[in-house]
């Protein structure tokens, strides 16, 4: 598709895959509005008006032009000329769904980068131009003026020399240029718009929505990662954040273990960094598996996160804000690094074990607490409960009694347990009335 991303939804997706994706994609739309092609060429080139009242009219309707077609020349005129119709579709194919082809300052907007309007543009000029074959081509078809695709490249040149492939090409390169241009601009602003209208925090799981703790209990903010392309690094001092932007781009070329170190250590004390750590994270192992192969940095990072499991409890007694942001740092790996599109084995009992720890009597009793339990619920939940069902019926089980006996329990804690408990039991989803009701002060 136009501007795909494939690095948006978590899958390790190489250029040349989704070149293929792209040219594939062309292909199969090129087959498929074949016919109507045919069919609108036919229209184009018939002098007498389109209609039943006209006694010189061959086509007067799409319905009967087609069956005229059919039972003059068969089901295979609908396809002929289809071979240079189906080198131009694939190129636009394969351009539109690697936008990571262009690099530099100008392409950082793929969708309008001028990478693919300039490529876009010179599709039409290829020699023997496949857009002037199928347009000369494909009408000439039904005049038997050309056997076949070699026999009307052959007869072209010959009658009337190599600039016959270009007739024409003046007012298509003019028109190209707006009509690609339009596309992906078009494109990109309505992605945009969209994004604007349902932001991307409210996407994954419905409307992933929890009461912001450090404001009344009447405000509330959409929680979720920010844009791709942007990192939290501005709590981080110069040195740190060249390391990271440099194991971002170059893995070789920084000690990756001290990279884990770093990252893990700062998720620990910042809470709005370890919301979205977890992104930065892949994109590394990412880096690193296509420059060299290997995994320093997942197993340096997957050994941080069991040593600080291992001290978990040590961890919540020390600084409540540091196990809250450890929860929610695990579960943001979690949602990120995984095996075959599939989350890893390695990481599931670890993130039950902490949301059952969350669901104990003394930490419902915090609501700092009981946010991060509902919120990493909220974003894993579902993915937890395929890997393993029956601990995820044993921790809402722990999640109804904390309701049910509601010992300690603020007001804004009962409200979460019982939107979470809601939410599972609407298969992971926030219905209309569910949304109206612990949702309306957002619209305020």
């Known amino acids: 598709m136009v501007g795909y991303d494939p690095r948006a939804d978590g899958r390790n997706v190489s250029n040349l895959e989704v070149a293929v994706a792209g040219s594939v994609s062309g292909l199969v739309t090129r087959v498929l509005i074949s016919p109507l092609d045919v069919i609108k060429i036919r229209f184009q080139l018939q002098i007498e008006r389109l209609s039943r ?31 240079p119709a189906q080198l131009l579709s694939i190129g636009y194919g394969a ?14 907007t793929p969708e309008t980068s001028p990478c693919i309007l300039c490529v876009a543009a010179c599709l039409p000029v290829w020699p023997p131009s496949p857009y002037i074959l199928w347009t000369c081509y494909a009408p000439a078809l039904q005049r038997r003026v ?21 007739k024409g090409l003046n007012p298509t390169l003019i028109a190209i240029f707006p009509y690609a241009g339009f596309q992906f601009s078009f494109y990109s602003s309505l992605k945009h718009a969209y994004e604007w209208a349902m932001p991307a925090e409210g996407k994954k799981n419905g409307a992933v929505i929890s009461p912001n703790l450090g404001k009344s209990c009447c405000s509330w903010m959409v929680m979720g990662e920010p844009r791709r392309e942007e990192y939290k690094m501005q709590s981080f001092d110069a040195a740190t954040q060249q390391l990271l932007k440099t194991a971002l781009k170059d893995p070789g070329a920084v000690d990756l273990e001290k990279v ?4 893990v250590d700062h998720s620990l004390q910042d809470c709005v960094f370890s919301k979205e750590a977890g992104r930065m994270c892949y994109a590394i192992i990412q880096a690193e598996s296509k420059q060299a192969g290997q995994s320093v940095f997942r197993r340096g990072l997957l050994n941080r996160l069991q040593q600080e499991y291992q001290a978990r409890e040590q961890l919540r007694a020390r600084s409540l804000q540091g196990w809250v942001c450890y929860v929610t740092f695990i579960c943001n790996i979690f949602d ?7 989350p890893m084995m390695a990481l599931v009992n670890p993130v039950y074990d902490c949301l059952f720890r969350l669901a104990q009597p003394d930490s419902l009793s915090k609501e700092e607490e009981v946010d991060c339990l509902v919120l990493q619920l909220h974003r894993v939940g579902e993915q937890l409960e395929k890997m393993n069902g029956q601990r ?14 509601p010992t300690g329990l603020s007001s804004l804690a009962q409200l979460l347990l019982l939107e979470i408990i809601e939410f599972r039991a ?3 989803k926030t219905t209309p009335a569910a949304h109206k009701y612990y949702y309306s002060e957002v619209s305020d």
């Not at 884990?260 to 990252?263: D, G, L, R, T």
């Open 146 to 166: 050309y056997k076949t695709l070699r026999n009307a490249v052959v007869t072209m040149y010959r009658t009337e020399g190599p600039l016959v492939f270009y």
């Open 392 to 405: 995820m019926d044993e921790l809402f089980v722990l999640i109804r009694d904390g309701f049910l006996l």
């Open 426 to 428: 609407a298969g992971w």
């Open 95 to 108: 351009v539109q769904c690697s936008p990571s082809w262009c690099t530099g300052p100008a392409c950082a």
């Open 336 to 342: 990120y690094l995984r095996v075959n599109n599939m």
């Open 260 to 263: 884990a170190n770093v990252i």
């Open 53 to 83: 009242s006209d006694p010189n009219a061959k086509y007067h309707g799409i319905l009967q032009a087609g069956r005229q077609i059919l039972q003059e020349e068969g089901p295979t005129a609908f396809w002929k000329g289809h071979i």
